[in-house]
């Protein structure tokens, strides 16, 4: 059994592991989630873009409550060594950005999936739209990777 003063160091580890696995998740499902909607949109295709949307979704929740529980907890370096760091500060704005891209296609894909279920064929116009949107929210992903590796070798504190 791990004594007391290991269990921080291995929840440290364990956290930050999932945190970046989130990140390899995330990165394939929204790059298969543009190369999805290309189409074509038979119902295989359509699953393709709804199982890319899903693991997307998984990746975010990851990234959401890791980066909360490493950010507010007492595990890692503090909210004040964060919130004073400025590729902190960059990742968290790119983090935002791709939640605000990420209003239009929550919006439409839900409206693709509920057509799916009610039988009929969604409206898969603004498609194009959708794969522009999730190759920029993949390569703002990467520019997070950029931030982050800088935060974490003390660039940027102020």
């Given at each position: 059994m791990a004594s007391?003063?290991?269990?921080?160091?291995?929840?440290?580890?364990?956290?930050?592991?999932v945190h970046l696995l989130a990140l390899g998740i995330g990165l394939g499902a929204v790059w298969a989630r543009g190369r999805a909607?290309?189409?074509p949109f038979d119902r295989a295709g359509l699953y393709r873009v709804f199982a890319a949307d899903n693991w997307w979704a998984a990746a975010a929740a990851l990234w959401l409550g890791t980066g909360l529980i490493r950010l507010f907890s007492s595990?890692?370096?503090?909210?004040?060594?964060?919130?004073?760091?400025t590729y902190f500060l960059a990742k968290m704005g790119l983090f935002v950005l791709i939640v605000l891209l990420e209003l239009t296609p929550i919006v439409t894909l839900i409206r693709w999936r509920n057509s799916v279920r009610q039988g009929s064929t969604?409206?898969?116009s603004r498609a194009a739209v959708l794969a522009r949107i999730s190759v920029l929210q993949a390569v703002i992903v990467v520019a997070m990777v950029f931030a982050a590796t800088a935060m974490a070798r003390g660039l940027g504190a102020r």
């Open positions: 007391s003063e290991e269990v921080p160091t291995t929840v440290r580890w364990l956290l930050a592991a909607l290309r189409g595990l890692e370096k503090g909210r004040t060594y964060y919130f004073t760091n969604p409206d898969t």
